[in-house]
């Protein structure tokens, strides 16, 4: 979901009496009209744009660049009406002149439109930025809910003196103690997140500064950052990377690879950890991560205190995009339990939520996230965790784990949120029992544990169906995995639960979970259940583990955390795809750096001080290629999800849309908007708006693959899909 390339039309000539008049082009500048005597030139000439390719660089502390493009008709000079791809690096005023913004850079195209022909350009914008201490480290106050920066640690850096500087920039020596925590090498962050937080093991030492250098392979980002340590925390073990430079660095080296090298200063001596690299992904990640909290400060509901004796509570909250920390989204403060709510399923477009009610968890509610969060009570009971439909119209119930239905069914609901048994839908067997069932992005399929109650089934399978919304109909249950180990009689081994379609429907990413007797917790409990994320393919039904994911090879380990790679649970998946990959949102038990290092499963604040340990028990999200081939992994690194509650437990996350914006509202890509598409309006700003393109860019609304731009009118030669009703790329970078 990169920002959207802005449409270009044809230029508006003037009628009747032949004069010049002025016209507004795609991004607002104004432009002269040709005359008629240019139109006959045109029809037999060429057009082009001098130069054909710029490079122009921004560099801290200095002025603005601006580059001159003309329009050419045959060499010679004509008017057009100018636009830029990406506005977010800069503009193109009425005469052609490039202008940047100062603090993106990038590569976009200068079009040049005469009498419906149109000439490209290329802008290279190379962004150098220096810096010393984070500018709000004078002004930081006390963290919120989700920490400083919204992902916890000391704050800030501070400005470093001279002699730091020079001992950081001078020979520096290694301490294989002193090692990386977080974020993982190779990461695939998004654009549009939060700056993570850095944090490393010092070993013994006592270090005062450190030099962060961020190095994108194109050339097209360079940072060169010094810091002393923060304020708050006797031992500099974590920095917060200044919002403004990781804004800069992500969108600059969208779809790039970066290289980072961080020293640290002792003194004198400086030392050095070997370099690490991050993808940066030409894609952003929009819309609200649902989860519930269990030991949230936003809501007080809970009869029974915290181990220090205050009270929290269990509430569904939501992170909204740069927020730092998270606001209710269900449940409410009250002087017992009846105002919790935290099993729940979300609809992947955004509309309703349904959580189950604190006093009575066989009372479901629902709520009309599109409408305030208002709630309402079901009259369906009984449905805790169903599989609701993309749109909100229908909800599948969930036979297994805590009060289950008494078999599965389909329910519809009306725009007033009345729930209607449908009576024996065609293909639906009354005896299936199944679990944790999931609807696909296009609605077409429904993926579940193949829990009991018909041929086949055996508690610990993964199953599809395909569904007819048309006629509330279901096709044949077909086997998509099944673990290798599960003894029914005894209910060990490993089962398969909480499956979740990739935006493509194609596939399924899904936990494997070792019950040991206590089978489908899913890592709910404070008990040892391991879980571990797979995905597989629904054409070859070839199964994979999400090794990169589920953290193989390279997480940090203590006492209390030998192999964290099998505490990762409750996966569900962005349903709009964006640069290459699907996100992938999951509860972990993982260690956080040096913020969250606590005994596993320890997550319920009756157990333990709330106020002054962190559990790790928290939302984490992965990129995933949507090109994966069957067999393969397909995963990277994961990383911490900012902006949710620090303090408190949080677990079963859904990544879905915001309400739809209507045209004429702020927006940064077509998924966004009601209509499909954002177009840069004529005072410059990104809105969205009707689209008078002949074909979609990346994000923009779609049906079919022919609705989208081929890779020759796509600024960035790629080839777009339509993928959940959006265009999108399928192919990751490779480096």
Known sequence: MKWSILTVSALLLSGGCGGNRTTVGDNGDMAVAVSPSDMTLLSSGTLTISPPSALVTVQTGQSLPTEQFQALLDGQPISATWSISRGE????????????????????????????????????????????????FATVGPPGVGGYGGVGGDGPGGV?????????????????????????????????????????????????????KMTSKSGSFSYDGYFSKPTNGSVFQNLLIPQATWDSMTYTAAGDQVTVTITFAEGSVAYALPSFKWVIANGTLHGIVYYQSYGTSLAQNLNQPAQNGTRFGGATLGIKPGATAPVLAAGHTSSD?????????????????????????????????????????????????????????????????????????????????????????????????????????????????????????????????????????????????????????????????????????????????????????????????????????LGTQTAHALDKLNGTGYLPTNSNH????????????????SGGYAWIVFTSRRIYGNVATMTPFLSDPRNYDNATNITTKKLWAAA?????????????????????????????????????????????????????????????????APSTAQCGKESDRCATDSDCCPPSIDTDNETLHCVNSYCVTTSPPIF
């Open 89 to 136: 690096i800069g503009s193109v005023d009425g005469t052609g002149l490039f202008s940047t913004v100062g603090q993106t850079g990038g590569t976009a195209s200068i079009n040049a439109m005469v009498q419906g022909q149109k000439a490209v350009a290329q802008i290279t914008v190379d962004v150098i930025r220096t810096e010393n201490g984070d500018p709000s």
């Open 562 to 577: 030998p192999d964290d790679t099998t505490l990762n649970y409750e996966p569900t998946v962005d349903p709009v795809a």
């Open 337 to 537: 339990d009846s105002g919790c709510r935290v099993c729940h399923s979300v609809a992947s477009g955004g509309s309703r939520l349904m959580t189950q009610d604190g006093v009575n968890y066989n009372e479901t509610h629902l709520i009309a996230l599109s409408n305030n969060n208002t709630e309402t009570t079901l009259g369906a009971g009984q449905s805790a965790f169903p599989a609701i439909f993309p749109d909100g119209s229908r909800f599948f119930t969930n036979t297994t784990m805590m009060w289950p239905d008494t078999s599965s069914r389909l329910y519809t609901l009306d725009a007033s949120g009345n729930s209607t048994l449908v009576s024996s839908p065609p293909g639906l067997d009354a005896a299936l029992h199944t679990g944790w069932p999931s609807f696909a992005p296009n609605g077409r399929l429904l993926a579940f544990n193949f829990y009991s109650g018909v041929s086949g089934a055996d508690g610990a399978s993964l199953a599809i169906m395909p569904f007819d919304p048309t006629s509330n109909s279901f096709g044949t249950i077909t086997k998509i995995f099944t673990p290798s180990t599960f003894d029914p009689s005894t209910l060990n081994g490993w089962i398969s639960v909480w499956p979740s379609f990739l935006p493509t429907s194609s596939a399924l990413i899904f936990e494997t979970e070792l019950s040991n007797g206590n089978p489908y917790s899913a890592g709910r409990t404070d008990v040892s259940t391991h879980g571990r994320l797979y995905w597989s393919d």
């Open 624 to 688: 995933f290629d949507l090109n994966a081939q069957p067999g393969s992994d397909g995963s990277h690194p994961a990383f911490y999800i900012p902006g949710q509650e620090l303090y408190a437990g949080n677990s079963r996350g859904f990544w879905t849309a915001l309400p739809c914006q209507a045209n004429g509202q702020s927006c940064q890509s077509g998924d966004e908007c009601c209509g499909g598409y954002c177009e840069q309006s004529s005072n410059g700003a990104l809105e969205c």
């Open 160 to 212: 470093a003196t001279s002699q730091q500087t020079a001992t950081l920039q001078g020979t520096a020596t290694t301490d294989a103690t002193v090692k990386m925590l977080y974020p993982y090498d190779g990461t695939v962050f998004p654009r549009g997140l939060l700056a993570p937080l850095l944090m490393w093991n010092p070993g013994t030492h006592q270090f005062d500064s450190l030099r962060l």
